[in-house]
């Protein structure tokens, strides 16, 4: 049966710049363009059926552009996730030379949550954003107690998201985490695709626990994309214009489909920037990968220490 899975992540369109292998620097910017640019790519994942949106005080503008979408929209089964933790600081200069800054205090969490609560009652969802061993959020107390108070208040879905080469060790650590013996989290935004698989060795225990998985960077940053800078991917390049001829889509909808089909989540994510990218990526709604081709994709993953060392090297486009 195919699955209509396909959520729409808003990082790209919250602010200008954003960690991918875009070429075509951004120098001019208009707020207004931006902002008219941002509620089209909603209105057209809306009217293509996607009804989950993944959000962030983080992602600039996002947040409140899709708070303001959402109210006029006025659907109850939309269905929004947030998160708490980075705060955006570039004021939407493309030539910012920092852009976030990461802080997983009680103090931002409450302010953060201040504002987000108005998403209520679309919320579903709410985040610790990468959830990492070095900010000991999982281990800060004031911390978990009060996303508890969160999840009992409000009825959320209680979640972190995860990057970097040791994302399914800081997944078994929160799956740990109780507070007064029930387990805090019920969703984890994970990083899985055909370069790093590494999600796949934790997947079958996640959907055991009845946990839901999200997926996001589910096109590697566009690194699925053929592009000279990476000469190594030329296999990978080869097969998937194979199967995208096959199939009669795009790379992108190969990519997104692969994360539907090899493990089973509850949503993957579309990073989408535009019309053009979200009615490329819904495409992936509309067919399944044969078990065939699935094992083909599956030998093309990377390890994921040398998946996130050349991540770091991408620039903030
Ligand atoms: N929790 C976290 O720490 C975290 C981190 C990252 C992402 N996320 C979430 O996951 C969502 C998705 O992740 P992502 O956007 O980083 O990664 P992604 O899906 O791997 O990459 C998206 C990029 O691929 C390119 N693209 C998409 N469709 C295309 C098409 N049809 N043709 C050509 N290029 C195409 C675009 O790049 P160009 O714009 O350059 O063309 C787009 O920005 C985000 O919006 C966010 O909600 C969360």
């Not at 992540?9 to 640019?37: C, D, M, V």
């Not at 983080?58 to 998160?83: F, H, S």
């Not at 009992?152 to 972190?160: A, F, K, Q, R």
Request: glycine fraction near 6%; hydrophobic fraction near 40%.
């Amino acid at each position: 049966m195919k699955k209509n899975s396909l959520g729409l992540g808003t990082a790209a369109i919250g602010r200008p710049q954003y960690i991918n292998i875009r070429q075509e620097a951004t120098t001019t910017f208009s707020l207004a363009a931006f902002q008219q640019k941002g509620i089209a790519v909603l209105d057209d994942a809306y009217n293509r059926g996607i009804r989950y949106f993944d959000t962030a005080p983080g992602y600039g503008m996002a947040e409140q552009l899709l708070l303001d979408w959402v109210v006029e929209k006025n659907d109850p089964t939309i269905e929004v996730a947030t998160k708490w933790g980075y705060t955006y600081v570039a004021n939407f200069d493309p030539t910012a030379t920092q852009h976030e800054i990461k802080e997983h205090s009680l103090k931002k969490l409450n302010e953060q949550w201040d504002s987000s609560k108005e998403l209520l009652p679309y919320l579903s969802t709410y985040q610790i954003h990468s959830a990492t061993f070095e900010t000991g959020v999982l281990d800060n107390e004031k911390v978990l107690n009060r996303l508890a108070e969160l999840k009992n208040n409000h009825g959320l879905l209680m979640g972190i998201s995860t990057t970097g080469a040791n994302q399914v060790a800081v997944i078994k650590k929160a799956l740990d985490v109780e507070v007064n013996g029930i387990p805090l989290f019920d969703v984890f935004q994970v990083t899985y695709n055909i370069l790093d698989q590494s999600l796949a060795t934790i997947a079958k225990e996640l959907a055991v626990q009845k946990k839901r998985l999200i997926i996001k960077e589910a096109l590697a940053n566009g690194r699925i994309f053929p592009n000279d800078q990476f000469p190594h991917y030329k296999n990978l390049y080869a097969s998937l214009a194979a199967l995208a001829k096959k199939y009669n889509v795009g790379i992108d909808a190969i990519a997104l489909r692969f994360c539907m089909d090899s493990i089973d989540p509850y949503q993957v994510l579309s990073g989408a920037a535009n019309e053009l990218h979200i009615s490329q990526n819904s495409k992936a709604t509309q067919f399944e990968l044969q078990a065939k081709d699935i094992i083909a994709l599956k030998k093309m993953a990377v390890s994921p220490q040398s998946y996130w060392a050349e991540r770091k090297l991408l620039a903030w486009n």
